[in-house]
C-alpha cells in the first residue's frame, strides 16, 4: 500500500504525523462500525453536498480545530478529502491538539476510494 507522507507501514510518523495507514477493505469495516468510530470529511460543504462517503460528516479543514474534545471519544477518526493534501493539513492539525487515533486509506483521498456503491450522490 501506498503511503503519499513518503513510509510504507501501518502505524506511521512521516514528518512529524502521527497516522495509521489501512488496506481499503479495513477501512470499509470501520466506516460501518459508527459507534466507535467517525469518518471525516475534510473538504468544504458545496463539496460534500456533490458527493461523499456514506456515514461520513463534513467537517472542513478550516473548520477542525474547533473540534478539540468533540471526538476524544471515538477509537478511530478517519481522514479524508479530494486528493490527500486536506487530509494531510487535517492530520497536522489534530496531532497538534494531541490526537493520534487518526486513520487514512491510500492517499486519504475520494479520488482513490474504490467502493463506488459506498458515495452518496
Given amino acids: 500500500m501506498f503511503n ?12 512529524n504525523l502521527i497516522y495509521n495507514l489501512v488496506p ?29 462517503v456514506v456515514n461520513a460528516v463534513n467537517i472542513p479543514v478550516s473548520k477542525i480545530r474547533f473540534c478539540e474534545n468533540e ?10 478529502c479530494a486528493s490527500g493534501i486536506r487530509t494531510k493539513e487535517a492530520i497536522t492539525i489534530l496531532n497538534n491538539m494531541g490526537y493520534t487515533n487518526l486513520y487514512i486509506w491510500e492517499y486519504g483521498a475520494l479520488s482513490n476510494f474504490p467502493f463506488k456503491d459506498m458515495l452518496k450522490i
Fill in 24 to 52: 481499503y477493505d479495513k477501512v470499509r469495516d470501520m466506516i460501518f462500525n459508527n459507534d466507535e468510530n467517525i469518518l471525516i470529511d475534510v473538504r468544504e460543504k458545496n463539496e460534500y453536498d456533490i458527493m461523499h
Fill in 71 to 80: 471526538y476524544r471519544n471515538k477509537k478511530c477518526i478517519i481522514l479524508y
Fill in 4 to 15: 503519499f507522507f513518503g513510509m510504507k507501514r501501518n502505524r506511521c510518523r512521516s514528518r
